[in-house]
């Protein structure tokens, strides 16, 4: 066999990626009449500022609630917010 | 997106609106936090917001109420491969798999290397990687871990042995043997290696979607051990160690981390300095009497070597020089030129603070900190003029690059910064709506953000780069503890 033929064994540099368990998304809502939505607001303002303001008008009957940060890391809901937040919309994600 | 994962997992309902051009990346993390199928929207980085919104406020609302589809009610588990073999074959065939390309549509539409930075490499054998790995003391299938404890920038802490997550990919850890595969691929030696595995304690990240550049200092004896340049041309290419080394951190961050341009990477454009990696040796000899290398002004004495892996965001970006050789000459020689007559010292021969020269147009061109290299007659002038330490012009520059809160507030970075101007500003105590517009602030956290390394040739010339990140954040790894 030359050198050119000969047989290397050759190294994975790609990083150990652990394995995931992937879940269902939680089940969807059948209204949000009278239910209890979160906007959470990360930055980008000339987009959230006027769609909190289309969310309230066009779904008064959405028991709206805000949380709101300039920063890309989101004000998250407390633990006793967990319990009754029926929904959440994170917007904008940059 | 660990947040929305949590919720879905709570049994709540999420919708994510994000900009359309990142959906690779959020479905990338939406994989890893195992919630492939979490539900998104885009907003537009054109469109005036409430034109926008009329587009999609809808979908929002729909993404909440629209039953599951059976596809988003499967629990399964992501099982990625990760074999020590990657290829058996002649190096010939080695090389064409390793070159290997996959096609990234918009924002890309361009074909991507899968395992290198675009450039051939040097094929990973298991003879050349056993040979590599003969240049540190650890094993080889020991985790990548932290050899001291730190902090990280948001204020953690994270206790030595802490395995070390590389980025922009949560998950995936690396072995040393991974660490010298990827050694080997860049063209090091075995005595570079320490470098390189400090180098990757760092988690050799990449930013998401700025511009960002990375680049590292070695600082101490180990530059000489192992043949770097930290003279003339340091930052050109040409020293086998200083671009080997370099070459490594993108490497790391494209195998290890998983740095894909447009999926994980969204930098529009990237950063120049990414290109083939940088890495500069810092010339100790070169000090002037009294300053401290990063070595010592990490903590370490003077026998001990340290590698600075700095990751910046490019508010300012690099800049090779704000004046001529031959301007600068002519201030410290005999105080004639344009230079002089700028520092009102027409006809007096230095040592002059040349500092003063460039000082006006920092805070005006730059949204934070510098990193000074300069040569070591720049440096040595800064001593004559009166700077017996680096950490006196640090504390100098930031006292000098206040400016006026009316001045900050026509800035990019402070609607970010201070939360909308929410928050409380350090120097005062009080909300930062409460102060007044000719209030003077600092733009830059803490004097420690700034930095000086020293090297170079003997053309007078200085480079900038972004500065650190303050005293909350250390970018400095013990390239001692690798050995």
């Known amino acids: 066999m030359t050198e050119k033929e000969r047989m290397y064994k050759c190294l994975d540099p790609v990083g150990i990626q652990e394995s995931v368990n992937t879940f269902p998304l939680a089940p969807r809502l059948d209204t949000l009449d009278g239910k209890e939505i979160y906007f959470s607001i990360t930055g980008e303002p000339d987009i959230t500022i006027p769609l909190e303001k289309k969310l309230k008008s066009d779904y008064h009957n959405v028991n709206w609630k805000i949380k709101k940060t300039y920063g890309t890391n989101p004000v998250q809901l407390s633990e006793e917010e967990r319990k009754t937040a029926d929904g959440l919309i994170q917007a904008v994600c940059w | ?483």
């Open chain 2, 1 to 483: 997106m660990p947040y929305l994962a949590e919720l879905e997992k709570a049994g709540i309902p999420t919708v994510l609106v994000d900009l359309e051009d990142q959906r690779h990346m959020v479905k990338e993390w939406a994989l890893m936090m195992g919630v492939p199928s979490i539900r998104l929207l885009h907003a537009s980085r054109t469109l005036p917001g409430p034109e926008d919104v009329g587009n999609w406020v809808e979908p929002v609302i729909e993404a909440l109420t629209r039953p599951l589809t059976e596809q988003e009610k499967e629990s399964s588990k992501w099982e990625p491969p990760h074999p020590r073999i990657l290829f058996e074959g002649t190096l010939d065939e080695a090389d064409d798999f390793y070159q290997q390309t996959q096609y990234i549509p918009s924002p890309v539409n361009a074909p991507i290397s899968i395992y290198t930075d675009g450039l051939p490499i040097r094929v990973p054998t298991e003879e050349r990687v056993r040979e590599m790995l003969t240049g540190t003391s650890h094993a080889p299938d020991e985790l990548v871990s932290l050899q001291s404890d730190r902090r990280t920038a948001a204020g953690v802490s994270l206790k030595k042995g802490t395995v070390v997550p590389f980025q922009p990919s949560i998950w995936r850890t690396a072995t040393v043997e991974k660490v010298a595969t990827i050694a080997v691929m860049a063209g090091c030696k075995p005595e570079q290696l320490p470098v390189v595995l400090a180098i990757a304690e760092s988690g050799c990240g990449t930013s998401t979607t700025n511009n960002s550049g990375q680049w590292v200092v070695v600082s101490g004896p180990i530059t000489k051990e192992i043949g770097m340049n930290s003279g003339c041309g340091f930052l050109n290419p040409g020293n086998p160690a200083n671009m080997a080394i370099g070459r490594t951190y993108q490497l790391m961050a494209i195998n290890l981390g998983g740095a894909v341009p447009g999926v994980s990477r969204m930098a529009s454009q990237g950063n120049p300095i990414n290109t083939g990696g940088t890495c500069l040796a810092e010339d100790l000899d070169g000090l002037p009497p009294g300053w401290k290398g990063l070595n010592e002004e990490s903590g370490c004495d003077k026998s001990g070597s340290i590698v600075m892996v700095m990751n910046t965001g490019a508010y300012g970006g690099t800049v090779t020089g704000r004046f001529t050789p031959g301007g600068y000459r002519a201030l410290q020689k005999s105080g004639h030129g344009g230079m002089a007559r700028r520092l009102g010292v027409k006809g007096i021969p230095g040592p002059h603070n040349w500092l003063e020269y460039i000082l006006p147009e920092l805070p005006t061109t730059r949204e934070g900190a510098i990193t000074l290299v300069m040569i070591p007659e720049m440096a040595q002038h800064l001593y004559e003029y009166g700077f017996k330490s680096k950490e006196e012009i640090y504390k100098w520059l930031w006292e000098r690059c206040f400016i006026s809160i009316k001045d900050y507030r026509l800035r990019s970075r402070p609607d970010f910064i201070t939360n909308g101007w929410m928050g409380v500003e350090k120097t005062s105590g009080k909300p930062w709506k409460d102060l007044p517009d000719d209030y003077m602030i600092p733009p830059v956290d803490d004097p420690s953000s700034y930095c000086i390394i020293v090297g170079g040739g003997e053309e007078e010339r200085y480079c900038e780069f972004d500065g650190r990140g303050g005293e909350a954040s250390n970018p400095i790894y013990n390239v001692d503890a690798w050995r």
